[in-house]
């Protein structure tokens, strides 16, 4: 005689047992991950040499206009190993952004029809673009062994900052996608805040300067402590050490905001999409 299943739907269990979940839907988190990196590409003529074109563009350009052109310090390192550098930290972030802002929408079938934590899934399509970081990092290198520039000991705290950059693409990311999901408007304005960003960032330029008494307020921007730490790291280059606490404070109040928004919302993802 078979045992009868008895299953007991508890109000509020899943609530209780969200994080709980995300350690349970870990491989999912991979199956999600890896197809984003397996489709990030996909149907293009050059494929992944786009990781490499686009931050070397970027590269150049901003080489010549505040290299070359404005003239402004570079640090005590070649001007593009330093625009290399800050632009390895931005593009993760910015790729992260835009990608994560849609990540519900675009998988509105799985959304709506099976359970699972929702956070998991804008947390995968950041992970993705770990892609683009990695083969910048090998230019990098390439490019500091070009110009023989050796890091120090300082180059062992780099996966700290890498994983700052993360939390700090993670937070907004949270943000933008719950509220993407009720006001589409967002997917228009995410390109335009990600463009802007770029130019008041210290991506092109050394923050340094900016003047001393304004630097606490430009480190309000999480990406300039991010950028500043990441150069520090790799290339031993000056840093400003209250500007990136500032940053690491900002990173901090935007995920707990994201993760805050994230939740409150999430209950109405499958009925807005």
Same mark, same amino acid.
């Given at each position: 005689? %078979?045992?009868?299943?008895?299953?007991?739907?508890?109000? @509020?269990?899943?609530?209780?047992?969200?994080?709980?979940?995300?350690?349970?839907? $870990?491989?999912?988190?991979?199956?999600?991950?890896? $197809?984003?990196?397996?489709? *990030?590409?996909?149907?293009?003529? =050059?494929? +992944?040499?786009?990781?490499?074109?686009? /931050?070397?563009?970027?590269?150049?350009?901003?080489?010549?206009?505040?290299?070359?052109?404005?003239?402004?310090?570079?640090? #005590?390192?070649?001007?593009?190993?330093?625009?290399?550098?800050?632009? =390895?930290?931005?593009?993760?972030?910015?790729?992260?952004?835009?990608?994560?802002?849609?990540?519900?929408?675009?998988?509105?079938?799985?959304?709506?029809?099976?359970?699972?934590?929702?956070?998991?899934?804008?947390?995968?399509?950041?992970?993705?673009?770990?892609?683009?970081?990695?083969? @910048?990092?090998?230019?990098?290198? &390439?490019?500091?062994?070009?110009?023989?520039?050796?890091? %120090?000991?300082?180059?062992?705290?780099?996966?700290?900052?890498?994983?700052?950059?993360?939390?700090?693409?993670?937070?907004?990311? =949270?943000?933008?996608?719950?509220?993407?999901?009720?006001? *589409?408007?967002? *997917?228009?304005?995410? /390109?335009?805040?990600?463009?802007?960003?770029?130019?008041?960032? /210290?991506?092109?330029? %050394?923050?340094?300067?900016? /003047?001393?008494?304004?630097?606490?307020?430009?480190?309000?921007?999480?990406?300039? &402590?991010?950028?500043?730490?990441? !150069?520090?790291? +790799?290339?031993?280059?000056?840093?400003?050490?209250?500007?990136? &606490?500032?940053?690491?404070?900002? +990173?901090?109040?935007?995920?707990?905001? #994201?993760? *805050?928004?994230? !939740? !409150?919302?999430?209950?109405?993802?499958?009925?807005?999409?």
């Amino acid at each position: 005689m %078979s045992a009868a299943i008895e299953i007991i739907i508890e109000p @509020g269990r899943t609530e209780k047992n969200y994080w709980r979940d995300l350690w349970r839907y $870990r491989e999912l988190f991979q199956v999600l991950a890896w $197809r984003d990196c397996a489709v *990030r590409y996909k149907q293009t003529v =050059l494929g +992944v040499a786009w990781a490499v074109i686009r /931050p070397v563009l970027t590269m150049l350009i901003f080489t010549v206009i505040f290299g070359r052109i404005a003239k402004l310090p570079s640090a #005590g390192v070649p001007y593009a190993l330093m625009v290399f550098a800050g632009m =390895l930290p931005w593009t993760f972030f910015a790729t992260g952004l835009s990608d994560a802002s849609n990540s519900l929408i675009t998988n509105t079938g799985l959304v709506s029809k099976v359970y699972f934590p929702r956070m998991i899934m804008p947390t995968a399509t950041i992970t993705a673009a770990f892609i683009d970081f990695f083969i @910048g990092l090998f230019i990098l290198a &390439g490019m500091m062994g070009w110009y023989q520039v050796w890091p %120090s000991w300082r180059i062992l705290l780099l996966p700290v900052f890498v994983l700052l950059a993360f939390l700090a693409a993670l937070g907004p990311s =949270l943000w933008v996608t719950a509220v993407n999901v009720k006001y *589409r408007d967002f *997917r228009y304005v995410i /390109p335009f805040l990600v463009q802007f960003g770029l130019y008041v960032s /210290p991506v092109g330029f %050394s923050s340094s300067v900016v /003047p001393q008494k304004w630097r606490l307020l430009y480190s309000l921007n999480p990406l300039v &402590g991010i950028i500043d730490a990441f !150069r520090w790291s +790799v290339l031993s280059s000056s840093i400003h050490w209250l500007g990136v &606490g500032t940053s690491v404070m900002v +990173v901090a109040i935007w995920l707990w905001l #994201g993760i *805050r928004q994230f !939740r !409150r919302l999430e209950k109405t993802f499958a009925d807005l999409i």
